[in-house]
């Protein structure tokens, strides 16, 4: 820039001195040697910045290197190998007569009303005979909070069915901690085996309460007395008289 402005000045001086110093010289035109001068000055900027600027170069784009992809290697360690032996599990078979829960009385009550079973019997003691006729009784508890009344009544509710009779009436008041007796008059089947039914007491509405009244009995075979061969008589065999001699 500096070397541009020092020319241009030098030019001008120049067409100055060369326009004072000339006689009859034509006089130039002024305006055509500030215009070259313009021009001279231009193309000298135009070649300095040109001169200045760092030649291009075609800078080749470095590829993407890809590093290598790590392996991963398995450590494999021996197991040892251990033999359990499976367990054997023994299942016992029960044998013998099996346990029957009883429900607890305090769990069967309905409201202020509940039953507690004394004790279970029948009048005869069996077995009995097919056909025979006995007493189902029951001593019972009353171990609830309320009086039974007289319409309460204890029925036939499952089972076999030994009588025709499947409801009886209490017909009496129980208070509250005080026992009675239940019966019912019942009839064996004429099969002969074991047969078993099951009452409950009621409120005289349907409404069950209490423990259940239970009925086992057992109908055994009839025993024939032994028979005995009929005796006969012993049978006597004729005498013959004796012989007479003659005279």
Not at 102 to 114: E, I, K, R, W
Not at 131 to 141: H, R
Request: with cysteine; glycine share 6%; aromatic share 8%.
């Amino acid at each position: 820039m500096h070397f541009t402005r020092r020319s241009l000045f030098l030019l001008l001086l120049i067409g100055i001195l060369l326009t004072s110093c000339g006689g009859n010289v034509p006089t130039p035109d002024v305006n055509g040697t500030v215009a070259a001068a313009a021009g001279t000055m231009a193309a000298a900027l135009f070649q300095t910045q040109t001169a200045l600027a760092p030649a291009a170069t075609n800078t080749a784009i470095p590829s993407a290197t890809f590093l290598p992809t790590p392996t991963t290697q398995t450590l494999i360690l021996s197991t040892p190998t251990v033999f359990v032996p499976a367990p054997v599990f023994l299942t016992p078979t029960p044998t013998g007569t099996f346990y029957t829960s009883t429900p607890l009385a305090s769990s069967l009550g309905v409201g202020c009303l509940n039953l507690r079973l004394v004790e279970a019997f029948t009048v005869p003691k069996g077995p009995f005979l097919p056909g025979q006729d006995f007493t189902q009784s029951w001593q019972v508890e009353n171990n609830g909070t309320c009086d039974w009344m007289y319409v309460f009544t204890w029925e036939f509710v499952s089972g076999d069915k030994l009588a025709n009779n499947t409801s009886v009436r209490l017909s009496k008041q129980i208070e509250p901690y005080k026992w009675t007796t239940l019966s019912v008059n019942l009839h064996a089947p004429n099969k002969p085996g074991t047969y078993k039914s099951s009452w409950r007491l009621t409120d005289g509405g349907g409404t069950q309460f209490g423990a259940v009244l239970p009925v086992s009995i057992t109908v055994a075979n009839p025993t024939k007395p032994p028979t005995e061969p009929p005796t006969e008589p012993p049978t006597e065999e004729p005498t013959e008289p004796p012989a007479t001699q003659a005279p």
